[in-house]
């Protein structure tokens, strides 16, 4: 169904260690969202792009996280000082046109200990 | 509050029989997609709805704005039609963001 290829599948990192996963999206989808998947099935918006540009990105986002959709790279979601309840299912997705049907990832499965 | 109620939360089928889940929106949903998550993680995009309804092999969706709500039936459940089930919403507020349901974890048995 989807082609969106996210990477590491997991990643274990120790608290305060910077924390770094990729995306590429679906072939030709210039808009790029991450979300966030706790434990508890709760999804949050961290930030989009339309190419390389910054659509919206939430505070969480603007403080610990950086991303980045660079042109003819994958994009990438980084968090600089991990925290354990930065633990989750980061998701990447991608469309043709905003938020109109996404396809997802498999998800980069972040474990901080 | 929760932007969107999906219930039941759990549900377990027979193979063959049929149920349906629904979503409640406290938002002004203009758009709703209903995604299938597998035990690995991968969502599958199921449907995306304006409001209306869609049919897809052994599933239909419909979508309500006036009303708020959302439905996804499941005919002739399958074994692998297991996994959670989210709905999400796109809102006049902010088209930027999907506003996920808890999801309905589904399980199929023979």
């Known amino acids: 169904n989807s082609k969106v290829i996210q990477t590491p599948r997991y990643l274990v990192k120790g608290q305060g260690q910077k924390a770094k996963m990729r995306c590429i999206p679906e072939?030709?989808?210039?808009?790029v969202f991450w979300y966030q998947q706790n434990k508890n099935n709760e999804f949050k918006f961290l930030i989009n792009?339309?190419?390389?540009?910054?659509?919206?990105q939430i505070d969480m986002t603007e403080k610990r996280f950086s991303a980045e959709c660079p042109s003819n790279s994958p994009c990438s979601l980084e968090i600089q000082s991990s925290e354990a309840g930065d633990s989750a299912l980061y998701l990447c997705?991608?469309?043709?046109?905003?938020?109109?049907?996404?396809?997802f990832g498999h998800g980069t499965k972040l474990s901080v200990l | 509050g929760d932007k969107v109620k999906q219930s039941p939360s759990a549900l377990s089928l027979q193979e063959g029989t049929n149920s349906a889940l629904r979503c409640n929106f406290s938002?002004?949903?203009?758009?709703v997609q209903w995604f299938l998550q597998n035990p690995r993680g991968s969502l599958m995009n199921l449907f995306y709805?304006?409001?209306g309804t869609k049919e897809n092999g052994r599933l239909k969706s419909a979508f309500d704005s006036k009303e708020s709500y959302s439905t996804l039936h499941i005919r002739d459940a399958q074994l692998e039609d297991s996994g959670t089930y989210f709905c999400?919403?796109?809102?006049?507020?902010?088209?930027?963001?999907?506003?996920f349901g808890s999801g309905t974890k589904l399980t199929v048995e023979p």
């Open positions: 792009f339309q190419n390389q540009e910054v659509l919206q």
């Open positions: 938002i002004a949903a203009t758009t």
């Open positions: 997705a991608s469309s043709l046109l905003g938020n109109e049907r996404l396809f």
């Open positions: 072939k030709g989808h210039p808009v």
């Open positions: 999400a919403a796109e809102a006049m507020s902010n088209y930027n963001v999907l506003y």
């Open positions: 709805l304006v409001p």
